[in-house]
């Protein structure tokens, strides 16, 4: 009983030796066992290092983005327009708000100037009239400059010009009453020794709605109301000895309401907000009598 054990424990033995032996050849006492290393962490590693080449590649590509192509919007930096060196300065008459009233009807505006003050006018029968200040402008070049954070790339002009103080305000009348078209109303004027800022309130195209009133009868009237958050003017100055331009955009909440009479005819209606190159404001009007 006690040789069998024996037997038994060194057949054990002799088995483990074997197994051994197959799985290292070679010389006993050469070359040890060799337990392989688990792999998963030098996969996490080579994961987290593409991860990163791959998201700074994208961060450089997206900030690049306005450098190489021209696009409108950006998600990380975009180019702006800012003013360089002053060229010229100038003091012009400046509109804060311009009226024209229909042939036969009447206008009133309201400008807010700010949030606490405000103007109004009224204005008659084919008449347009304007509030005037005498205001400062500063011309400088204009510089595109590589902004941070997104927004939309700007095409800058040549010239930047500048609005600045002002104090002085002035009516001043720019058509007579009896007009049936606003097509001949001044883009310039002077007045008390001073000249003005290239202004845009004339009629050009008729692209707003028609009011036709030759069918009413009646003490009816018809009206129209509209609102503008901007005026945008040019301001001249001389530039290498030539009488050159600089545009720039006021923004001013202003409030329009216009009358029509009944059984006059139809005024055809340009809205001065309406379209790309649009000057801002309210309404102009050309007028043709029932047949």
């Known amino acids: 009983m006690g040789s069998q054990a024996i037997y038994t424990k060194l057949y054990i ?4 030796s074997e197994s051994v032996e197959e799985s290292a050849p070679g010389p006993a006492g050469s070359a040890p066992i060799t337990i392989p290393r688990p792999k998963h962490r030098l996969f996490r590693l080579r994961t987290i290092l593409i991860g990163l080449l ?4 994208l961060t450089t590509a997206f900030a690049a983005l306005p450098l190489v192509v021209s696009v409108s ?3 990380l930096d975009h180019f702006e327009c800012r003013p360089g060196t002053v060229l010229a300065q100038e003091r012009l008459l400046t509109p804060l708000l311009m009226l024209n009233a229909p042939y036969g009807g009447t206008a009133s505006g309201t400008v807010h100037e700010s949030a606490t003050t405000s103007w109004s006018t009224t204005v008659h029968n084919g008449s347009a009239a304007a509030l005037f200040v005498l205001r400062n402008w500063s011309v400088a070049r204009s510089l595109q400059v590589l902004a ?5 790339n700007a095409e800058c002009p040549e010239f930047l010009a500048i609005p600045g103080f002002y104090n002085e305000y002035l009516g001043i009348d720019l058509l007579l009453a009896n007009s049936t078209s606003d097509v001949a ?3 310039a004027l002077s007045h008390s020794g001073y000249g003005s800022v290239l202004f845009h ?5 008729g692209d707003g709605i028609t009011m036709a009133t ?8 018809g009206y129209l109301r509209t609102t503008s958050s901007r005026i945008t003017v040019e301001v001249p100055f001389v530039w290498d000895r030539t009488t050159v331009t600089a545009r ?4 001013y909440l202003a409030n329009y309401s216009y009358e029509f009479p009944a059984g006059a005819g139809t005024w055809s209606v340009d809205d001065l907000n309406l379209g790309t190159n649009a000057p801002g404001g309210g309404y102009a009007f050309t007028f043709t009598s029932c047949p």
């Open 13 to 16: 033995l002799n088995a483990r």
């Open 54 to 57: 791959v998201a700074g590649a």
């Open 73 to 75: 919007w950006s998600p």
């Open 148 to 152: 941070p954070g997104p927004g939309t």
């Open 185 to 187: 109303e001044p883009t």
């Open 201 to 205: 309130n004339g009629f050009v195209s």
């Open 214 to 221: 030759c069918s009413w009868s009646g003490l009816r009237h």
């Open 248 to 251: 720039a955009t006021l923004e």
